[in-house]
């Protein structure tokens, strides 16, 4: 037996080495990966032997061990590749905050709807601000021998002809800058290296920027770009696509709404950066988002339209138009990841019909998978190439498995109609009553069944009936039927395969999608087939607008095709209503989009472990293979003749004319009744050595197989899951990196979880954009108590937006905020009851093992509280809870100041503030953390929540020294991102 789609396990192998190259930086993660790789591939070597999988499938030992050494170097290769990837660093000295000025060429050019323009630039050279590291701008700006640099770092100035991919912002530009694409421009900005995840399981930036091939970023103004060369050759093509691009942008704005003209161009091109936010928003939330980035949907409907304007070409001139079409609108979509899977995919598909090859979706898609990541490992971690790639996988797989299973089931229906056709007595049937009979032959126990089934089944279009004619010469009925039955069955057949399609596709994007965005949207149901209707639409009217954009561009374009572009623009605009109608309507609707948790990374893997191994062919052949391999080793009675029998017993029945005579075979000498056939084959298992007797029916080899990869999948998902998360998984305290705020996660044992503070900004939404993402990723739908420490924007707003998403069962409040309950209540959507007011002495249990004493502030009256409120003292007010977790102490000090420090030091005992963890006060703030409190706290670790280059100076070198004397170590969220403990 050979390997039927080698490719396939190769791309495994390397997206496999890739994967674990990331999860395997930690020292830990890689031990306990490894680990759950080992036992896992044990058990299964295990268990193959015991089944005699390799002699069955006629593996040798040899070949076996090739083929494990091959697919360890592709993992090794994958392994080395993505370390190179993750591991590069910039040659831009992005450390020091001074600024450089870099030479390159401009790759790409995408405005904002906020007016700022990014610019992709492949660098020639750097120099910093001073100018002591000056490269030669213009040698290295036309591409010769050039010398790039990092300010600052010797080895980087010994590199020659070294080049990286930076991303330029450019704030207030002149123009929209699609001119400059394919320029050699000279930018002198401030460079920066991109931050990684803040929060666990966060969006990571600079692992996005990497699978776009940026290291670095720079920030400059408008008067920081200078143009030193015009593009020319290659170049200048691809400026005056990006030229068309945003020309037709501004033409459809002039002919159509500036919102149906932005949701255009995001069809069309993938371009959603400047639609209104609402409508994306809408799009997303309803499940057809992915219409707004162009992919495979969008590059099949274009080949399409291109094969049958050119009649389907079958020599190589005449499919160059086609690639050459292809490649032009990868580049107008930005030749993002998704574009770039499906055009390669239609390129190897022209390949193969020039070769007369046969194409197989499933090898074209590993083909593919392998190609880009060996062209830019970092694609992996692109959530576009991952759903890209799931999608297209689903499909090649489950509705294969579908399609089967349908066949399988009208392979069924018509032996069962042809069964009982075949039981009618056909004497019965006379001349004179039936006017058929003089057409067909009498029927008996072995006649062909095939042609009263025809006639019985309203004239099956495969069916071979000959033209039949009335008395008057008119065409009968029975044609007509025929006609209108193929018709019928072949409309039938493209619906059944599409909706098949779409939830094939669904079933396997559903947990990735929830997993990347946090919710489901049961609107998809019904919007995804008028949504692809309309966009199978939107893009062949793109295709046609394009030519006569250009053409009004340059003024040749005459009145009656100009009346037919303004036609084609209000069409499209018509449908872009449509769309957004649809969405606008599925959004008030009981369909409309909920936030979902998302399942552990552990049962995800095992769900699509599941789903591709119920689906793959391999497993069907393996367990025939193994079920064969039983019956031939039967000693009591020859299997393989039962099967003969049996098979030619079913092959005689479909035969044309009676059946044959007896010739003595394996047929005679066994008994072919079914009821015999069945007791046959039940004994045709006897052989298995598993048996505790050899009369005992076996337990059969496919389902022991089965079992140990499902084993396997498990170990393997567990150790992934432990791996990626075990930082996550082992802290008892998250403390959130949520900007200029405070936010902590407190865990406890049973699946308790409970937040102190929520964070909060006037510029961030930090409930929808942080906090809901943060807890719906790990599994968190729920939280059993909130505290907020008092109601100021950095501590409160969070929770105003979380509870959309994230249910808080019960808050507690400064006993000072008694009198804003309502407007509490409003803000977050929690009950009064469920609203708990918390003072000096207070202790609460709430679960999970966790102890919660308030320190502060001390019980008052009604009108004391108040006069703090007027005064906008709040901070005086700010709760002071000291937490026990597992052993651990932590204490949080909200905003308290020095007054609030002292008055706790002259109030409680001493070795109520001596803690383990210290939340700094006031975000370090030179007016809180004194040091006679440090020195009665005497924390282990010292955690500083503020934000990166915040304006209020925070943390102050005052707080730091004082910190620095009680010997802490000091963690801070601007700095190292959400610290976990």
């Known amino acids: 037996m050979t390997l039927r789609r080698p490719l396939v396990p190769a791309a495994l192998a390397l997206g496999a080495g890739i994967a674990s190259a990331r999860i395997g930086g930690d020292p830990v993660a890689a031990g306990i990966l490894a680990l759950s790789a080992g036992i896992g591939g044990l058990l299964l070597f295990y268990f193959v032997v015991r089944c005699q999988i390799l002699s069955v499938l006629e593996y040798g030992t040899r070949r076996v061990r090739l083929f494990l050494l091959i697919h360890a170097g592709i993992f090794l290769i994958g392994l080395l590749a993505g370390r190179a990837a993750l591991g590069a660093g910039s040659l831009l000295d992005t450390e020091s905050g001074q600024a450089s000025v870099i030479n390159g060429r401009v790759l790409s050019a995408e405005s904002r709807e906020d007016g700022r323009l990014l610019l992709e630039v492949m660098t020639c050279g750097a120099q910093s601000q001073n100018g002591k590291n000056v490269d030669d701008v213009s040698s290295g700006a036309d591409g010769a021998a050039g010398k790039s640099t990092r300010a600052g770092s010797a080895d980087a100035a010994n ?182 899977r499906a055009v390669l995919m239609m390129l190897v598909h022209i390949m193969a019909t020039l070769s007369h090859r046969r194409y197989d979706f499933l090898s074209c898609i590993a083909f593919c998978f392998i190609a880009l990541l060996l062209f830019r490992p970092a694609y992996l971690f692109s959530n576009g190439f991952q759903l890209s790639f799931l999608a297209v996988t689903t499909l090649a797989v489950v509705l294969k498995k579908v399609e089967n299973i349908r066949a399988g089931l009208e392979k069924k229906r018509r032996e069962k109609t042809a069964d009982g056709a075949s039981d009618i007595n056909t004497d019965s049937i006379d001349s004179e009553t039936n006017p058929l009979s003089a057409h067909t032959k009498p029927l008996n126990a072995n006649a062909d069944v095939r042609t009263f089934s025809a006639f019985t089944d309203t004239y099956n279009a495969e069916t071979d009936i000959r033209d039949t004619k009335t008395n008057d010469g008119a065409p009968g009925s029975i044609q007509t039927r025929s006609a209108v039955g193929s018709a019928l069955m072949s409309l039938k057949g493209r619906v059944v395969t599409g909706l098949a399609s779409l939830t094939a596709i669904q079933a396997g994007m559903l947990p990735m999608t929830v997993s990347a965005f946090h919710y489901v949207s049961p609107a998809v149901v019904v919007l995804n087939a008028p949504a692809i209707l309309i966009t199978g639409l939107i893009v062949p009217l793109g295709i046609l607008i394009l030519p006569l954009e250009v053409a009004a ?15 084609l623009c209000r069409m499209s605009a018509l449908l872009i209503h449509a769309l957004t109608g649809l969405s606008s309507i599925a959004g008030s609707s009981p369909l409309s989009f909920r936030y979902a948790a998302s399942p ?20 069907s052949i393996v367990r025939k293979k193994l079920r064969r391999a039983a019956h031939e080793n039967c000693p009591d009675t020859p299997a393989a003749s039962v099967s003969r029998c049996a098979g030619r017993k079913s092959r005689d029945r479909n035969r044309t004319g009676p059946a044959p005579p007896d010739s003595g075979s394996d047929c005679d000498r066994t008994d072919s009744t079914p009821a015999n056939l069945k007791s046959h084959r039940r004994a045709a298992h006897c052989s298995d050595p598993d048996s505790p007797s050899t009369g005992s029916p076996p337990r059969a080899p496919g389902r022991r197989i089965a079992a140990a990869l499902t084993i396997t999948a498990l170990i393997l998902s567990l150790g992934i899951w432990t791996a990626s998360d075990w930082k996550y998984l082992s802290s008892d305290a998250v403390f959130l990196d949520v900007g200029q705020g405070d936010c902590i996660h407190l865990r406890g044992s049973g699946g308790f979880n409970m937040m102190i503070d929520s964070g909060g900004s006037d510029k961030q939404d930090v409930g929808t954009e942080t906090l809901i993402p943060y807890f719906l990723s790990h599994g968190i739908a729920s939280l059993d108590l909130a505290v907020i420490t008092h109601l100021h924007t950095d501590h409160y707003a969070g929770l105003t937006t979380m509870t959309d998403g994230v249910q808080v069962k019960r808050l507690a409040l400064s006993e000072g905020y008694r009198s804003q309950i309502d407007r509490v209540t409003a803000e977050t959507g929690i009950p009064p009851e469920n609203i708990l007011f918390l003072k000096r002495g207070d202790v609460l249990r709430p679960g999970g093992g966790i102890t919660l004493t308030v320190l502060s502030p001390p019980a008052r009256s009604p009108e004391e509280y108040l ?85 209020y100076g925070h943390p102050t070198p005052e707080a730091l020294k004082r910190l620095a004397r009680t010997g802490s170590r000091i963690f801070r969220t601007d700095r190292d991102g959400s610290v976990m403990l």
């Open 159 to 340: 590199r020659r002809g070294a080049s990286e991919k930076v991303l330029v912002t450019l704030g207030n530009p002149e123009g929209p800058g699609a001119e400059l694409t394919g320029c050699v421009v000279k930018v002198r900005g401030i460079p920066e290296k991109p931050s990684g995840a803040r929060i666990p399981r966060g969006f990571d930036y600079s692992l996005y920027l990497r699978s776009r091939g940026i290291l670095a970023t720079l920030k400059a103004d408008s008067g920081g770009i200078q143009i030193i060369k015009s593009p020319k050759g290659l170049w200048f093509i691809l400026n005056r696509l990006a030229l068309i691009r945003a020309d037709m942008r501004h033409e459809l704005t002039a002919r159509m709404d500036e919102a149906s003209a932005s949701a255009f161009c995001g069809i069309l091109f993938g371009e959603s950066g400047s639609m209104d936010r609402d409508i994306l928003q809408s799009y997303r939330q309803n499940g057809i988002g992915h219409i707004l980035a162009a992919s495979g949907l969008h590059v099949g409907f274009v080949y399409g339209l291109l094969r049958l304007l050119f009649r389907r070409p079958r020599t190589f001139v005449g499919n160059i138009p086609i690639t050459a079409a292809l490649l032009a609108y990868a580049a107008l979509a930005g030749f993002s990841a998704s574009v770039m």
């Open 553 to 567: 561009r340059l003024a040749l374009l005459p009145a009656p095709a100009d009346m037919l572009l303004t036609f």
């Open 867 to 951: 006069q703090f409120l007027e005064a906008d003292d709040e901070n005086a007010l700010s709760l002071v809870i000291r937490a026990d977790v597992d052993g651990k102490s932590f204490l949080f000090t909200g905003d308290i100041g020095e007054d609030a420090e002292a008055e706790m030091i002259s109030s409680l005992r001493s070795e109520l503030l001596d803690v383990d963890v210290l939340k700094v006060a006031h975000h370090g703030s030179k007016t809180s953390s004194s040091q006679a409190f440090l020195d009665i706290a005497s924390p282990e670790i010292s955690v500083i929540q503020v934000g990166r280059r915040n304006m």
């Open 600 to 619: 552990p990374l552990f049962l995800t893997l095992l769900y699509y472990f599941a789903l591709f191994l119920s689906c793959s062919e391999a497993l």
